[in-house]
């Protein structure tokens, strides 16, 4: 298990931007990081995904060319910078830790953080 610490959530005008922040206890036994998001009545979904060793990256389709993840591999820590907010993006988002590649359902990630609300009004 890692501990995961989210922050940065809060309240934004649809349009604007937020940077969530993932700190991790540490990297052992974890290849790639994840960010999920859990709405109100709906399902965790998948976000964005980045692997700690060469920082490949999968987002959603809701998502590519408005979200960035990145990593700092000195401070174990993982960010998801969000652009071009919409209220559809409101949500909980989830930090999560995973052994593997290129799997990406909630079920293949071990270690998971506290969640941070991310609320974007209209």
């Known amino acids: 298990q890692v501990q995961l610490v989210e922050s940065g959530g809060g309240l934004v005008q649809a349009g604007g931007s937020l940077r969530l922040s993932c700190a991790a206890s540490?990297?052992?036994?974890?290849?790639?990081m994840g960010w999920f998001r859990q709405a109100p009545g709906k399902e965790r979904e998948f976000v964005a995904a980045i692997t700690w060793s060469d920082g490949n990256t999968d987002y959603t389709d809701s998502v590519k060319g408005r979200f960035t993840i990145s990593r700092d591999n000195a401070k174990n820590t993982v960010f998801l910078q969000m652009n071009s907010l919409k209220p559809e993006d409101t949500a909980i988002y989830y930090c999560?830790?995973?052994?593997?590649?290129?799997?990406?359902?909630?079920?293949?990630?071990?270690?998971w953080g506290q969640g941070t609300q991310v609320t974007v009004s209209s």
């Open positions: 999560a830790a995973s052994p593997y590649a290129n799997r990406f359902r909630p079920t293949d990630f071990h270690s």
């Open positions: 540490r990297r052992t036994f974890t290849f790639t």
